[in-house]
């Protein structure tokens, strides 16, 4: 079953970004997950739209918004300082004030989106730690392998190369 918005009246009036936002963190939320066994990486696409450049939710029976893919610019500095990093710079700016509503609105859809990497990284630990309890031999080690990768990124920045790539 399609991840939709449709029927959440508190999404009525929203902004696109707003929107766009709350659609990640539906995503995040209700997306099947898939870790395979000795897989290295955690955090792959499981709903087919994400793969046509869309994002995979839907509103009114059609894809709400399009995607760009293969392309993140200023991730490095995402790296650099982490996804706390990016929190407490956008927190800091809304904090200054002297926004229109569209800014305060943008920033607001940034730590939503920030929220739904956050609880996608949760959800990746708890997999990884049941996945790593009912495994055994060198498939257990790998799924614990991953986990501990997972430790430190995105929240922070990466202290090695497997979780800078991670990280992305």
Known sequence: MPLTLDGRTSLEGLSDEMRYAHSVKLIAEECPLRVLPMERMAGSATLKMAAHHAVPVYR???????????????????????????????EERLACGGLDAKGVDLLEAMLLCLDAAALWHRR?????????????????????????NLRNVPKNPPSTFREAVQSL
């Open 124 to 148: 990746h630990i708890r997999i990884l730690d049941d996945l790593a309890a009912r495994s055994v031999g060198r498939e257990q080690a790998v799924y614990r392998e991953v986990r501990e």
């Open 60 to 90: 009114d029976g059609k894809i709400d918004f399009g995607s760009v893919s293969h392309l993140t610019p200023g991730f490095d500095r995402a790296l650099r300082i982490g996804y706390r990093g990016l929190r407490q710079e956008i």
